[in-house]
């Protein structure tokens, strides 16, 4: 992937997608100040130069849990027995691959690992426990919270980037 040097526009762009990428080019165009044409390569750019990994629909979980339950979603802190390079990078490998896992954060300090999983139900948590947290997984330590209620707010904007994105506004 080719790096590229971002601009004002980029970041507005970039802002843009990442409140609502289902936006046409045309109203793309509009709300960042270019034409649609400029508007269409830039977005083809940053896409080439990866800052665009993908675009994804957010569910509603309420509305998904009136078809399919509301299941169980537990945070999960976990501590290798080791924290060494190669045994941090194979057990967040070994995550990564689990599709109940939503997410997988390496953190510190405290646990290595911070997971949110999302299963069916608690005998599907416990078979999950079991594929991922075993003695083959080198794994000392799980603290699991399951959790009460829903996230409030989704956000798919990157705060980080926030200042640098405001102050390429003016």
């Known amino acids: 992937m080719e790096s590229i040097e971002l601009d004002a526009v980029d970041w507005r762009l970039l802002d843009a997608l990442q409140r609502d990428a289902s936006l046409s080019n045309q109203d793309l165009a509009a709300q960042v100040h270019v034409s649609p044409p400029t508007c269409l390569r830039r977005v083809r750019r940053l896409r080439e ?22 299941g169980l979603q537990a945070i999960v802190e976990v501590s290798l ?23 997988c954060w390496r953190v510190s300090p405290g646990p290595d690992f911070v997971l949110v999983v999302q299963v069916s139900d608690m005998p599907a ?8 947290f075993t003695a083959e997984a080198q794994v000392r330590n799980v603290r699991a919270f399951c959790t009460q209620t829903r996230q409030i707010r989704a956000q798919t904007a990157d705060p980080q980037h926030q200042t640098v994105m405001m102050r390429s506004y003016f």
């Open 81 to 103: 027995e080791r924290q060494e390079a190669a045994w941090l990078d194979a057990f967040e490998q070994r995550v990564a691959a689990d599709d109940a896992v939503a997410q």
């Open 49 to 70: 130069a990866g800052l665009i990994e993908r675009e994804v629909a957010l569910l509603n979980p309420e509305r998904v849990a009136q078809h399919l339950g509301h």
């Open 125 to 132: 948590y416990q078979a999950l426990a079991q594929r991922l």
